[in-house]
């Protein structure tokens, strides 16, 4: 290759990329997911290979959208321990290539991207689950998910309320102060009464009950990507209407699916494309793993934005 690919740092991705084009361009991709191959994308389980002396994770995330002509895969690193030492616990890089000819287009900084498009999946599985008159959103974590949660949330609720838990009071504290929010001291006072509930955390055991959560109420699930980790109790996943972004992801990755032994319902996509119908006044669960076509359609975006620009 005689050219230097162009390198999209974060604070750029930062700049460019809104939520409000985000949101429906993950919807899509979604809803391609779930077509399969009629919906133009090829998309195998990532690869996760523990860096057990460490305590860390690495992810290799390919996939391919014929639609969107986007081609990339994501490296992602996470690191539960980083917590506290002023790195972040995931870290991540985009490689973007052009469909037509395999020439290498970009390298992205992806953190900002999965910080974004992970709130993006929870803001479309929101739009189709929780009761249209949600006003409570209770969110349990205060890091970059939660925050991004925060955020991509208010585009689909006019929420009254938002409560905040976290297992360190002040990091829930720091929250609060910059974003509008009432600090809970348990999980349960954040849970009870809720109508939208977000779970992003690095919980390995449940931190939510089914008796505490509101009948009808939605939970987008984000934490627990491993077989072994849950942040929802098993009671709570059978009683609930099941939702996740890939089922065969979902029963090779997700401790919250495979210890529950819980009924998948339906791959949101499946709403999205009117296959299954949604169940908006049951209670419902959307188990969040991040699917990779999510990072390669919101990549292309943030290319092309860039691109337009020069
Ligand atoms: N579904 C997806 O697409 C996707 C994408 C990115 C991250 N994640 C997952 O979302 C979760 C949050 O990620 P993040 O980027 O916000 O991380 P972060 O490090 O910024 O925040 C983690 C939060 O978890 C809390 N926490 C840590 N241990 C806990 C415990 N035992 N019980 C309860 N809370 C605990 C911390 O206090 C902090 O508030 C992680 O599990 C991460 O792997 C999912
Ligand atoms: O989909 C993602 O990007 C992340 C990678 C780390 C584990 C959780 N999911």
Redesign the pocket.
């Known amino acids: 290759m005689s050219r230097l690919p162009k390198y999209i740092e974060a604070d750029d991705v930062k700049r460019i990329l809104k939520m409000t084009d985000l949101i429906p361009i993950i919807e899509k991709a979604m809803g391609d997911f779930s077509k399969g191959e009629d919906g133009g994308v090829v998309q195998p389980v990532r690869s996760i290979i523990p860096v057990e002396k460490h305590g860390g994770f690495f992810g290799a995330m390919p996939a391919y959208s014929e639609n969107d002509a986007a081609l990339a895969t994501k490296l992602v690193t996470?690191y539960?321990k980083n917590?506290g030492t002023g790195l972040p616990?995931?870290m991540a890089a985009i490689i973007l290539f052009e469909p037509s000819t395999g020439e290498l287009k970009s390298i992205l900084d992806g953190e900002v991207i999965?910080?974004m498009r992970?709130a993006a999946?929870s803001a479309v599985a929101t739009k189709y689950l929780a009761s249209e008159n949600s006003k409570i959103l209770c969110i349990?974590?205060?890091?970059?998910?939660?925050r991004s949660h925060y955020k991509s949330l208010h585009h689909i609720c006019n929420f009254e309320e938002v409560r905040v838990w976290?297992?360190?009071l002040k990091?829930a504290q720091a929250f609060s102060s910059q974003l509008k929010s009432k600090v809970c001291e348990t999980a349960e006072e954040a849970v009870r009464g809720a109508d939208v509930i977000v779970t992003?955390?690095?919980?390995?055991q449940p931190?939510v009950e089914w008796e505490w959560v509101k009948p009808g109420a939605h939970i987008n699930a984000?934490?627990?990507?491993n077989i072994k980790w849950q942040e929802l109790s098993s009671e709570l996943m059978q009683k609930s209407v099941v939702h996740v972004d890939s089922r065969e992801a979902a029963m090779k990755e997700s401790g919250d699916v495979i210890i529950s032994k819980a009924e998948i319902f339906a791959e949101i996509g499946d709403l999205v494309n009117g296959t299954k119908e949604a169940q908006r006044e049951k209670t419902t669960v959307f188990k969040?793993?991040?699917i990779a076509i999510e990072d390669a359609v919101s990549a292309k975006l943030v290319y092309d934005k860039h691109m337009e620009n020069q």
């Open positions: 996470f539960p917590a616990t995931h999965t910080s992970t999946a349990l974590g205060s890091g970059e998910q939660a976290s297992p360190t990091n992003a955390t690095f919980a390995k931190i984000v934490g627990a990507v969040s793993l991040g």
